[in-house]
Each structure stands twice: as structure tokens, then as C-alpha cells.
């Protein structure tokens, strides 16, 4: 069995990033030495600063992901979008949603 653990920064009702965690029950029971290993991480790339190799390797994937992706129904669309906009307020943050 995996548990989730989710940690969120929002600002607003814009998520600016998102970190999803898959623990085992055992990773479960080290929750505070896990996030500790996040925060050491994030700690490393603000010293390090964001690496070009890794932007256009997510860019490539982004590409494929673009370009392979399965076509949607015009309703199944809409709903979708409709559900993401009810938790918005922000018009600037509406011009930032996933299509």
C-alpha cells in the first residue's frame, strides 16, 4: 500500500508549484526526515540555480506529450475546464490554465 503525501505552495488560487510525494507505510513513519530531505533539495537548486539541460529535457517531454495527446470530446473538454475554473478568481491566473 502507498500513501500520499501532497505539499502545495499556493498563492492565491494559483499554484505556483507543486511537489507530489509517494510514501510507503515505512516512509510514512519518517515524514519529518522526508520533508527535511525536500527542503535540502530545494535548498540546492536555489544555490545552483536552474540547469539548462534539465528546462529542455521537460521541454522535449512537454513537445511529445503535445503532440501524442489524445484527442478530447468537446464535452469532456469543457467540463474539465469549467471544474479548473471554478477555483480560480483571478482573471490573470485564467490566462495561465492548462488547455
Known amino acids: 500500500m502507498i ?3 501532497y505539499l502545495v505552495l ?3 488560487t ?3 508549484s507543486q511537489i507530489t510525494v509517494l510514501l510507503t ?4 513513519g ?6 527535511g530531505l525536500l527542503y535540502q533539495y530545494v535548498k540546492m537548486l536555489r544555490l545552483i540555480g536552474p540547469q539548462e539541460w534539465v528546462f529542455k529535457e521537460l521541454q522535449s517531454m512537454a513537445m511529445m506529450e ?3 495527446a489524445e484527442e478530447e470530446s468537446a464535452d469532456n473538454y469543457v467540463v474539465r475546464l469549467a471544474c479548473m475554473l471554478s477555483f480560480t ?3 490573470l491566473a485564467i490566462l495561465c490554465f492548462e488547455y
Open 3 to 5: 500513501s500520499h503525501m
Open 10 to 12: 499556493m498563492i492565491s
Open 14 to 16: 494559483f499554484c505556483l
Open 25 to 28: 507505510p515505512l516512509g510514512c
Open 30 to 35: 519518517q515524514v519529518l526526515d522526508v520533508v
Open 66 to 68: 503535445f503532440r501524442f
Open 89 to 91: 478568481s483571478s482573471f
